[in-house]
């Protein structure tokens, strides 16, 4: 799990697009226009981390889509602009967790899904279809609970280091090293039962 | 119950390759996993936010130049005075009261309020400051518009504000770069961020004629 992270945790941009702090600024001046810089250099990897957290890729969308235009109205309570990338992950954490608080009983999530099935004499990893391995994953990831799912991705999938995660949830970090090592359990115990 | 060395593993602290050939395999499998989840979702929300962005006005974030600087202009500065010769006393205070002066509609002296508007006095301890000042929903959470006064040196900063009748979340900024919620607020609300951070909360009633100080934090 040596994957970089989607984006740095400081907001240091080296190749002569503007930095986070430069576009914060020009947006903050007037500039609105400006914002979809952000919003470029972001959505993927909100898109990614609320789709995991929500198992759904509409309701993700809303919760990004609804997270950015809450943090353009509230740009200026941003009180770190170095460190905007974990703000945004923040409001877009909140958002999910407000999702998923609210989710009404008629929304599938990906728990719920059944597995694929596997033919007969078939039950290795190796002979599984992309497709059908994504699904495994997703599904054991989905079955986690909220926050070691949140951790596990956030650490893995989106990259980050223990102290930007605190950022982005507000807890310590001892906390959030055992809800990852816990997630870590859980979804090996969980692809090994799949597979 | 994971082995810690697979954990160091899956953390950077540990070379994969010194693990033996059953942890090995855990590894594979939870860094397959991960690639696995790392694709990213083929759709874009860009359109639809900046169609929405679009359809909030500009003064949500920036001011006309020319008020910013008018109310620069205007308003009251806090100067620090530091009183060595004794004899200085009574020049540097009869200076500081001079300059103090409340002339702006956000501190001290404001005026009377209209019709659903009220006055709010904020009130902070904050011993050793350079500066305080408040920003909240009423002013877009923009610095620079509402700084508190500390006349008597003791710590004690306050300033009063013409505010809409209503609620209004608001947070001190110390020094220009500590936020702080009001610890003699009373009330908080979460700030809609996570992370359990609150913003304080103020209810402004409408003003009755003759002007009073009609809210508190």
Request: aromatic content about 6%; charged content about 25%; glycine content about 8%.
């Amino acid at each position: 799990m040596t994957n970089p992270p989607a984006g740095g945790s400081l907001s240091v941009v080296t190749d002569g697009t503007p930095s986070d702090v430069e576009v914060v600024a020009r947006v903050l001046g007037g500039d609105g226009e400006a914002f979809g810089i952000l919003i470029r250099r972001y959505e993927p990897g909100l898109l990614r981390f609320a789709t995991r957290m929500l198992g759904n890729s509409d309701a993700a969308a809303d919760a990004v889509a609804e997270s950015l235009v809450r943090a353009y109205r509230h740009l200026a309570q941003c009180r770190d602009p170095v460190r905007l990338r974990s703000w945004l992950y923040r409001i877009t954490g909140n958002r999910c967790r407000s999702h998923l608080a609210r989710r009404h009983t008629n929304d599938v999530s990906l728990s719920d899904v059944p597995p694929p099935a596997l033919a007969d004499g078939s039950d290795t990893w190796a002979v599984l279809e992309r497709g059908e391995q994504v699904a495994l994953v997703e599904r054991a990831l989905a079955a986690l609970p909220e926050e070691k799912r949140e951790a596990f991705v956030l650490k893995h999938v989106e990259g980050m280091s223990y102290e930007e995660m605190s950022a982005v949830t507000g807890a310590r970090i001892p906390t959030l090293k055992m809800r990852v090592h816990r997630a870590r359990e859980a979804l090996l115990a969980a692809l090994e039962a799949f597979v | 119950m994971i082995d810690p060395r697979l954990h160091e593993a899956l953390d950077g602290e540990r070379d994969p390759a010194e693990l033996p050939a059953d942890l090995r395999e855990s590894y594979a499998r939870l860094t397959g996993a991960v690639q696995l989840l790392e694709g990213t979702p083929p759709v874009s929300v860009a359109t639809r936010v900046m169609a929405e962005v679009r359809q909030i006005p500009a003064r949500v974030h920036a001011d006309n130049p020319a008020r910013r600087l008018g109310r620069w202009l205007s308003r009251p500065r806090a100067v620090t005075v530091r009183l060595r010769p004794v004899w200085t006393l009574a020049l540097a205070a009869g200076l500081a009261a001079i300059l103090l002066l409340p002339s702006g509609p956000e501190n001290g002296g404001a005026p009377p309020p209209g019709d659903r508007q009220g006055v709010a006095r904020f009130v902070g301890h904050f011993p050793g400051a350079r500066s305080v000042e408040v920003v909240g929903s009423f002013n877009d959470w923009s610095r620079g518009t509402l700084h508190l006064r500390d006349d008597n040196h003791d710590g004690i900063w306050d300033g009063d504000a013409v505010l809409p009748a209503g609620q209004h979340e608001y947070m001190f900024v110390v020094d220009g770069e500590r936020w702080v919620a009001d610890p003699l607020a009373g009330r908080y609300v979460d700030d809609g961020f996570g992370a359990g951070q609150e913003n304080a909360l103020l209810i402004v009633r409408p003003a009755v004629l003759p002007p009073s100080p009609a809210a508190q934090p």
